[in-house]
Every structure is written in C-alpha cells, then in structure tokens.
C-alpha cells in the first residue's frame, strides 16, 4: 500500500503506527520508497499464508480471517498517518437496528477491511 507520507512518518522511531503494532510478530513488514517519490510503501505479510481452502473459508464465517484483520490493520494505518485518525466507511442515516438491517450492517463492518461500499 502506498502512504502519502516519509517513511520516518510512517514509523516514527522505527514503530509502526498503532492498528500494525497491535499485530504484533503475527506480521512481517517492509518500508521503502514509493516509485517517483510519492510517499512510501507500506507492505505487509502474515506469518499464517494459509487463507484459502476449508480453513480460509472456517475463518470468514466465524468472524477470524486473518487476512481481512491484516487488511483492515493496513487501511487504518494509512488513514491515521495520513489524516491523524481513523476514517470509518459512511454509515447511512435511514440505517436502524433491524432485522432487515443487519445484512447492510454486516457489509459496512466488513467495508473496513475490504473497501468502501
């Protein structure tokens, strides 16, 4: 992922910004410059590659998919150096807590990880 941002903004100090620090040693991560000078690359890898097959699937429906936590880690630390917080996906103002709503509740949860909607 490209940061609008030098990579001593990006870890100050040689820490990760905080929604990759909580990761912890689950996760391998390089810094370097973004091609043309455009802020620096940001990469991530899990030590866990096993995310597809009967376990990747396990993992989505149970709510534990290390591989959407690895992404939704990226976007917030992105948003946070970038914009000094963490930016939510929009949350529509008709949306009440129905039984009707909750599938479009489900996709703005997993909008985090996976993009906006």
């Given at each position: 992922?490209?940061?609008?941002?030098?990579?001593?903004?990006?870890?100050?100090?040689?820490?990760?910004?905080?929604?990759l620090?909580?990761?912890?040693?689950?996760?391998?991560?390089?810094?370097?410059?973004?091609?043309?000078?455009?802020?620096?690359?940001?990469?991530?890898?899990?030590?866990?590659?096993?995310?597809?097959?009967?376990?990747?699937?396990?993992?989505?429906v149970?709510?534990?998919?290390?591989?959407l936590e690895?992404?939704?880690?990226?976007?917030?630390?992105?948003?946070?150096?970038?914009?000094?917080?963490?930016?939510?996906?929009?949350?529509?103002?008709?949306?009440?807590?129905?039984?009707?709503?909750?599938?479009?509740?489900?996709?703005?949860?997993?909008?985090?990880?996976?993009?906006?909607?």
């Amino acid at each position: 992922m490209t940061v609008c941002a030098s990579a001593e903004e990006v870890a100050p100090g040689g820490r990760l910004p905080e929604p990759l620090a909580r990761l912890g040693d689950a996760v391998d991560t390089k810094l370097r410059p973004a091609p043309g000078d455009r802020g620096t690359e940001l990469a991530c890898r899990s030590h866990d590659r096993e995310h597809g097959g009967l376990r990747g699937a396990a993992e989505r429906v149970t709510g534990h998919d290390a591989a959407l936590e690895l992404r939704t880690a990226l976007r917030e630390a992105k948003s946070l150096v970038e914009t000094g917080e963490i930016l939510l996906p929009d949350r529509p103002s008709t949306n009440r807590p129905t039984i009707t709503g909750r599938p479009l509740d489900k996709l703005i949860e997993r909008g985090r990880g996976e993009g906006r909607l």
